[in-house]
């Protein structure tokens, strides 16, 4: 009896063993297929995207990957194309003590061959060092601060705060005939270093009378812990001293509670901001809206084209609904994408012997070494990184006029 | 050290100019600190607590104004008696949704703990797990960027105080201040509601000995500051308009301006309030304003070093 069990235990063991053999395999089957002669699937490739998707900022990132988005899609529709694309998303929320883990995830997965982003200058300084010890490419659309063109893994589709800040300060001074300025910065890298650049030509190239003062970021935007009363107090002063202008160096978040305040003490002068104000969050979050009217943003978008514009633009906002006239460097991530495809397809033949380090150090040396025709124009990089080129006629400037983000401008 | 004075040491003269401006915008401030800052120091007082989640309940008070005012007001522009009518809703909208939030903290996460003798530190942890909840709920259902609110009034400079403008909006806030605050101190001094809080905040044994009822006064406690932290939310919200962590800044400030007038002192929260608004305002003129905070805080630990119950130093027990 005994002998009975113990043969039939062992043959419901080797049956529950076939059984569960058999679902295995039925699950497997799908998903790797068969092999059979002839057949055989596209190595897929991802390209990352890191920018701020949440948070006060999250419309600049938004406005980026759907631009990417749109490039990679593109791409897939090709059928002749050696490999599948896929992009995988980080979410940075604009902040440099984000960024760092953000970077670190990015480089962890083990298909992922350049990075579009980050959007901010404060997360790309943050997270380079990550970056460069993997030497992964890194396409900045946006982010403008002049000390990132470090070279190596670094690429700026955009001309920096060396080139917009000098000319927000030109056209507050030989434009609007601005004699003296107040500089304010919101004391993050990029607010910062586009305050210096605009108060350093202001005063030592033309002489100008210029004040500064750093009003550190308030609990509107995010990671912001200062309050919101500076702004007041600031306005009082500012209100007495009467500047010509008020240039500000910050985002939209802070740019939005330092509009009322200098309108509620009455201040008449040209108040101006750059690109990180270039918010749609600006006209939301000005209390009231009608506080910001008049005032100036930059943008270094001008150039053959400042956004995504024909069927592209089309396409563009049927995949993300975000109108394509507003959406700041939309088209600086479109043509990013696109130099990484190029860079990659040019490489086909050696990326399945690559190791993941060697295909983003080769992607690295394309973008050096090649010039490439995109929507917003030619695209060719410096050893630092930036683009080649003066940058002059780059720069948009709008005035705000009512209640919505304004799309016209004038090149500088 | 040279920054620190950097930009605006150099016109201390006509510092003259900018004084009016700079009191009458350091009031303004100052007195929203101090409506959250009672918050603070009357569940203090009851409690021996320090609620974290207060910051909550004025933000909470901020958002509800704003829904209130967005729903009613939508594209018109009030003017004139419908403006009045509709700060009174918003004060009413902002405050009760405070009190509404401030009694349901204390329901969840409070008094459990007080019927079980729970250490104080699980006090803190729960006032800082329910903040943190609060917050991230609020993230979720109102999102993560700032909205501007629908004004209810049109703001402009009402009169002058020595050429310095007083906005509508500054007169709304003194005005509506100095009710709730008058009112607030009249009741915690002269009626019976106030000496059971002044019993239950000196010796609450002996005050449930006397017939208090513990649970609905420290309730009510919390009904009051609530209503009042709510109040100031809106009234913030109506300047800086509405954002899911708006209540972190102004909470932080108002809890200092309670220390710094004696926590547990209802007297001791306005002034503390009051000083600190104004200092802030001050401190523009003559440092960076990247120092504001490191002058208010200085100040702070002077002032404790001297006076460490803070300036009137009197608990809300021994109170007027």
Same mark, same amino acid.
């Not at chain 2, 509404?100 to 729970?118: H, Q, T």
């Not at chain 2, 926590?263 to 200092?279: E, K, Q, S």
């Given at each position: 009896?005994?002998?009975?069990?113990?043969?039939?235990? @062992?043959?419901?063991?080797?049956?529950?063993?076939?059984?569960?053999?058999?679902?295995?395999?039925?699950?497997?089957?799908?998903?790797?297929?068969?092999?059979?002669?002839?057949?055989?699937?596209?190595?897929?490739?991802?390209?990352?995207?890191?920018?701020?998707?949440?948070?006060?900022?999250?419309?600049?990132?938004?406005?980026?990957?759907?631009?990417?988005?749109?490039?990679?899609?593109?791409?897939?529709?090709?059928?002749?194309?050696?490999?599948?694309?896929?992009?995988?998303?980080?979410?940075?929320?604009?902040?440099?003590?984000?960024?760092?883990?953000?970077?670190?995830?990015?480089?962890?997965?083990?298909?992922?061959?350049?990075?579009?982003?980050?959007?901010?200058?404060?997360?790309?300084?943050?997270? /380079?060092?990550?970056?460069?010890?993997?030497?992964?490419? @890194?396409?900045?659309?946006?982010?403008?601060?002049?000390?990132?063109?470090?070279?190596?893994?670094?690429?700026?589709?955009?001309?920096?705060?060396?080139?917009?800040?000098?000319?927000?300060?030109?056209?507050?001074?030989?434009?609007?005939?601005?004699?003296?300025?107040?500089?304010?910065?919101?004391?993050?890298?990029?607010?910062?270093?586009?305050?210096?650049?605009?108060?350093?030509?202001?005063?030592?190239?033309?002489?100008?009378?210029?004040?500064?003062?750093?009003?550190? /970021?308030?609990?509107?935007?995010?990671?912001?812990?200062?309050?919101?009363?500076?702004?007041?107090?600031?306005?009082?002063? @500012?209100?007495?001293?009467?500047?010509?202008?008020?240039?500000?160096?910050?985002?939209?978040?802070?740019?939005?509670?330092?509009?009322?305040?200098?309108?509620?003490?009455?201040?008449?002068?040209?108040?101006?901001?750059?690109?990180?104000?270039?918010?749609?969050?600006?006209?939301?979050?000005?209390?009231?809206?009608?506080?910001?009217?008049?005032?100036?943003?930059?943008?270094?978008?001008?150039?053959?084209?400042?956004?995504?514009?024909?069927?592209?633009?089309?396409?563009?906002?049927?995949?993300?609904?975000?109108?394509?006239?507003?959406?700041?460097?939309?088209? /600086?991530?479109?043509?990013?994408?696109?130099?990484?495809?190029?860079?990659?397809?040019?490489?086909?033949?050696?990326?399945?012997?690559?190791?993941?380090?060697?295909?983003?150090?080769?992607?690295?040396?394309?973008?050096?070494?090649?010039?490439?025709?995109?929507?917003?124009?030619? @695209?060719?990089?410096?050893?630092?990184?930036?683009?080649?080129?003066?940058?002059?006629?780059?720069?948009?400037?709008?005035?705000?006029?009512?209640?919505?983000?304004?799309?016209?401008?004038?090149?500088? | 050290?040279?920054?620190?004075?950097?930009?605006?040491?150099?016109?201390?003269?006509?510092?003259?100019?900018?004084?009016?401006?700079?009191?009458?915008?350091?009031?303004?401030?100052?007195?929203?600190?101090?409506?959250?800052?009672?918050?603070?120091?009357?569940?203090?007082?009851?409690?021996?607590?320090?609620?974290?989640?207060?910051?909550?309940?004025?933000?909470?008070?901020?958002?509800?104004?704003?829904?209130?005012?967005?729903?009613?007001?939508?594209?018109?522009?009030?003017?004139?008696?419908?403006?009045?009518?509709?700060?009174?809703?918003?004060?009413?909208?902002?405050?009760?949704?405070?009190?509404?939030?401030?009694?349901?903290?204390?329901?969840?996460?409070?008094?459990?703990?007080?019927?079980?003798?729970?250490?104080?530190?699980?006090?803190?942890?729960?006032?800082?797990?329910?903040?943190?909840?609060?917050?991230?709920?609020?993230?979720?259902?109102?999102?993560?960027?700032?909205?501007?609110?629908?004004?209810?009034?049109?703001?402009?400079?009402?009169?002058?105080?020595?050429?310095?403008?007083?906005?509508?909006?500054?007169?709304?806030?003194?005005?509506?201040?100095?009710?709730?605050?008058?009112?607030?101190?009249?009741?915690?001094?002269?009626?019976?509601?106030?000496?059971?809080?002044?019993?239950?905040?000196?010796?609450?044994?002996?005050?449930?000995?006397?017939?208090?009822?513990?649970?609905?006064?420290?309730?009510?406690?919390?009904?009051?500051?609530?209503?009042?932290?709510?109040?100031?939310?809106?009234?913030?919200?109506?300047?800086?308009?509405?954002?899911?962590?708006?209540?972190?800044?102004?909470?932080?400030?108002?809890?200092?301006?309670?220390?710094?007038?004696?926590?547990?002192?209802?007297?001791?929260?306005?002034?503390?309030?009051?000083?600190?608004?104004?200092?802030?305002?001050?401190?523009?003129?003559?440092?960076?304003?990247?120092?504001?905070?490191?002058?208010?805080?200085?100040?702070?630990?002077?002032?404790?070093?001297?006076?460490?119950?803070?300036?009137?130093?009197?608990?809300?027990?021994?109170?007027?």
């Amino acid at each position: 009896m005994k002998v009975r069990r113990t043969i039939l235990k @062992i043959r419901l063991n080797k049956t529950v063993a076939a059984l569960a053999t058999g679902a295995l395999l039925l699950v497997a089957v799908p998903v790797t297929g068969f092999a059979s002669a002839g057949a055989a699937t596209k190595p897929v490739y991802v390209i990352g995207y890191e920018g701020p998707l949440t948070g006060s900022a999250n419309q600049y990132g938004l406005n980026e990957l759907g631009g990417l988005q749109l490039a990679v899609n593109q791409w897939n529709a090709i059928s002749s194309l050696p490999f599948t694309l896929d992009i995988k998303q980080f979410d940075d929320q604009g902040s440099g003590s984000l960024s760092p883990a953000q970077a670190a995830a990015a480089v962890a997965v083990p298909n992922l061959v350049a990075v579009v982003g980050p959007a901010f200058s404060g997360a790309t300084h943050a997270a /380079q060092p990550a970056y460069l010890a993997a030497s992964m490419p @890194i396409i900045t659309p946006s982010a403008t601060a002049v000390g990132l063109a470090t070279g190596g893994n670094f690429f700026r589709m955009v001309y920096g705060d060396d080139v917009q800040g000098t000319a927000d300060a030109n056209f507050l001074i030989n434009i609007k005939k601005s004699k003296s300025i107040t500089v304010i910065n919101d004391g993050t890298f990029y607010g910062a270093g586009v305050a210096q650049v605009v108060s350093d030509y202001a005063k030592k190239v033309k002489g100008e009378t210029v004040k500064l003062a750093t009003l550190p /970021q308030t609990s509107s935007c995010s990671g912001g812990i200062a309050s919101v009363a500076q702004f007041a107090a600031t306005a009082t002063v @500012i209100k007495h001293n009467n500047p010509a202008a008020v240039f500000y160096g910050g985002y939209a978040c802070d740019f939005a509670n330092l509009l009322p305040a200098l309108a509620k003490v009455g201040y008449k002068g040209v108040v101006m901001s750059a690109d990180g104000s270039y918010d749609a969050a600006l006209m939301t979050q000005t209390t009231p809206v009608s506080a910001a009217k008049g005032a100036y943003l930059s943008a270094a978008n001008c150039g053959s084209s400042s956004n995504l514009t024909g069927a592209d633009a089309a396409a563009y906002e049927a995949l993300t609904g975000i109108a394509p006239a507003s959406a700041l460097y939309d088209a /600086q991530a479109y043509d990013a994408g696109n130099i990484v495809v190029k860079a990659l397809k040019s490489l086909a033949t050696s990326l399945a012997s690559n190791t993941i380090t060697q295909t983003r150090a080769a992607i690295v040396a394309y973008l050096h070494a090649n010039t490439f025709e995109g929507v917003t124009g030619k @695209i060719a990089f410096q050893a630092n990184g930036n683009l080649v080129g003066s940058g002059k006629g780059n720069i948009a400037i709008y005035q705000i006029t009512g209640k919505d983000l304004p799309t016209k401008h004038a090149c500088y | 050290m040279s920054g620190f004075f950097h930009y605006f040491s150099s016109h201390a003269s006509s510092f003259r100019g900018e004084f009016w401006g700079l009191l009458v915008g350091g009031l303004g401030s100052g007195i929203i600190y101090a409506m959250v800052a009672i918050g603070y120091t009357m569940v203090y007082g009851v409690l021996r607590l320090i609620n974290f989640a207060h910051s909550e309940i004025f933000m909470v008070g901020g958002f509800a104004g704003f829904f209130v005012l967005k729903y009613t007001i939508g594209s018109s522009t009030p003017t004139g008696f419908s403006s009045v009518l509709l700060i009174i809703l918003g004060i009413l909208a902002g405050g009760t949704a405070g009190s509404l939030i401030a009694v349901l903290l204390e329901r969840v996460a409070y008094r459990p703990l007080r019927k079980r003798g729970a250490p104080k530190i699980a006090y803190l942890i729960s006032a800082i797990g329910a903040s943190y909840f609060l917050l991230n709920l609020a993230a979720k259902e109102f999102g993560r960027i700032g909205q501007s609110m629908v004004q209810p009034y049109t703001d402009h400079p009402v009169f002058t105080i020595f050429g310095a403008p007083v906005q509508m909006y500054t007169l709304i806030i003194f005005i509506v201040a100095a009710i709730m605050l008058v009112g607030l101190d009249r009741l915690v001094s002269a009626t019976k509601l106030g000496r059971g809080i002044r019993a239950v905040a000196q010796d609450s044994e002996t005050a449930s000995l006397m017939g208090v009822n513990i649970d609905k006064t420290i309730a009510v406690t919390f009904i009051l500051g609530g209503f009042l932290g709510g109040v100031a939310g809106f009234l913030y919200a109506m300047n800086v308009g509405v954002l899911y962590s708006m209540g972190f800044t102004p909470a932080l400030k108002a809890f200092t301006a309670a220390v710094l007038g004696g926590i547990g002192n209802l007297r001791g929260a306005v002034l503390g309030g009051v000083i600190l608004g104004v200092v802030e305002s001050f401190s523009v003129a003559f440092v960076d304003p990247a120092y504001i905070d490191v002058v208010a805080f200085a100040i702070l630990i002077l002032v404790l070093m001297f006076r460490p119950t803070g300036i009137l130093g009197e608990q809300i027990g021994r109170a007027a």
